[in-house]
């Protein structure tokens, strides 16, 4: 601060306390010609800072401020948890939790071969959720490869058997072709709402390296190279929670449950492809909400 005045000395210019305002324009103004001269901070003093009077930039926590301020922050939360001063006294609510166990057996088609378009399928799935050749090793999860057909939804009935009867042939549509959406399931895990997924639908079982393929169709469709069919289990595990005077768990303690055994990310990861002859088209991948 100057002496005797309301100035500040910023480095490259000087600012006015009593008329918050710069006293000379930024000597970098031609950086930023869209604005004026005496601008402070981009007119965004709340993101940006301008601790020199020159150009301004955003506003950052150093790396040692950063660590201090998370792990206060955690300190607290913990702390609330633990006493339950938040989550414990006041929810008097307490339930137990009931799990039944189903077993399903599957009868699928099995396939000795399948033809090139689905197998660039299977190996660009893996591309987009970034694990490529790690992945295809585990054998714990199912592919699960949907084949449907939402244009042949306008066909006539003549059309669409036609146009059905000839997939076997690896004649995939001319005009209208098939939509493809792959994921992937956890063997033998809580399958949550996807149980509908495999009733009343055609399915076909194929065994890419060490990865398990089913692929699942409600078109009256058939792949070339079945030879025979195969049994797969599922073990469908339904978890509820019941009210209980004695109960073990309140409710936030379910929600942390919940949340906790949601499937991974990539289970829930779909991608979309338009199957048009043998011209095959990426349209999209998106992550269900469940």
């Known amino acids: ?23 000379s324009v930024d000597p970098m103004s031609n950086e930023r010609p869209n604005l004026s001269p005496y601008n402070y901070t981009s007119l965004n003093p709340v993101m940006r800072v301008d601790p ?6 955003e506003w950052e926590l150093n790396k040692k401020t950063a660590i201090v301020i998370k792990t206060i922050f955690f300190l607290i939360l913990t702390l609330l948890i633990s006493t339950k001063h938040v989550l414990g006294q006041i929810d ?24 090139y378009p689905f197998e660039v399928i299977i190996k660009h799935h893996f591309k987009k959720i970034k694990r490529d050749k ?8 199912f592919l699960i490869i949907v084949v449907d057909d ?11 058997r036609n146009k059905y009867q000839k997939f076997i042939l690896n004649d995939y549509g001319i005009n209208s072709g098939y939509d493809i959406s792959c994921r992937m399931i956890k063997k033998n895990s809580v399958l949550l709402s996807r149980e ?21 169709s409600n078109l009256d469709i058939d792949f070339f190279g079945i030879t025979g069919t195969k049994t797969i289990e ?57």
């Open 150 to 160: 939402f244009i042949g939804d306008y066909l006539s009935e003549v059309e669409k």
């Open 52 to 57: 020199t009077g020159a150009l301004d930039n």
């Open 196 to 216: 509908n997924l495999f009733i009343g639908k055609k399915l076909f079982y194929y065994k890419y390296k060490t990865l398990d393929v089913i692929f699942i």
């Open 234 to 290: 599922f073990i469908y595990k339904n978890k509820k929670y019941e009210f209980s005077k004695n109960g073990k768990y309140n409710s936030n303690e379910i929600l942390h449950r919940t949340f906790k055994n949601q499937p991974k990310k990539y289970e829930n990861v779909i991608t979309n492809y338009k199957l048009l002859n043998h011209a095959l088209y990426f349209i999209e991948y998106n992550t269900l909400i469940e």
């Open 92 to 115: 008097t609510n307490k339930f137990n939790l009931i799990v039944s166990t189903d077993t399903t057996k599957l009868h699928v088609n099995n396939l000795k071969t399948i033809d």
């Open 134 to 141: 790690w992945f295809l090793q585990k054998k714990e999860h």
């Open 1 to 23: 601060m100057q002496n005797k005045s309301c100035t500040y000395n910023f480095g490259a210019r000087y600012y006015d306390s009593d008329a918050s305002i710069w006293l």
